[in-house]
């Protein structure tokens, strides 16, 4: 079992399930978008819920063992993995070969606008 830890806190979680967020937050590094995924998580009572998080590439999370959090049963059938959202349908915020002039555009669109903005009306 692993531990995933946010700044919010700490979830127990399977291995497989915490390899599988990692894989996934990994490829969303170009991602503009955040998405939702269901996890099943340990409980501190010994049950085990579904936790929903929200995913970005900003996102700043933990992974490591779970120290004395040992289970009777069959790891992968208590904790199955998550279906996530394809990544391949996120949309890129800025192809980084083409940034600086997007920038540069984006900048003369403004200073365009502040003139038209600045002359005195007719």
């Known amino acids: 079992m692993k531990s995933i830890t946010f700044a919010s ?11 599988a967020l990692l894989d996934f937050v990994s490829k969303m590094s170009a991602a503009t978008n ?7 998580v340990l409980e501190a009572n010994g049950t085990i819920s579904t936790h929903t998080l929200v995913l970005s590439s900003a996102i700043q999370f933990e992974v490591a063992d ?18 996530f959202p394809p990544v391949d ?3 890129a915020l800025v192809p980084p070969e ?3 002039e997007d920038a540069a555009n984006f900048n003369k669109a403004i200073a365009d606008l502040d003139s038209i903005l600045d002359q005195p009306e007719a």
Request: proline share 10%; glycine share 8%; hydrophobic share 50%.
């Open 89 to 91: 349908m996120m949309v």
């Open 98 to 100: 083409t940034a600086s």
């Open 66 to 83: 779970a120290d004395g959090a040992s289970n009777p049963f069959d790891e992968d059938e208590l904790f199955p993995v998550p279906e």
């Open 34 to 40: 955040a998405a939702t995924v269901d996890i099943p």
């Open 9 to 19: 806190g700490t979830l127990i979680t399977g291995a497989a399930v915490a390899a």
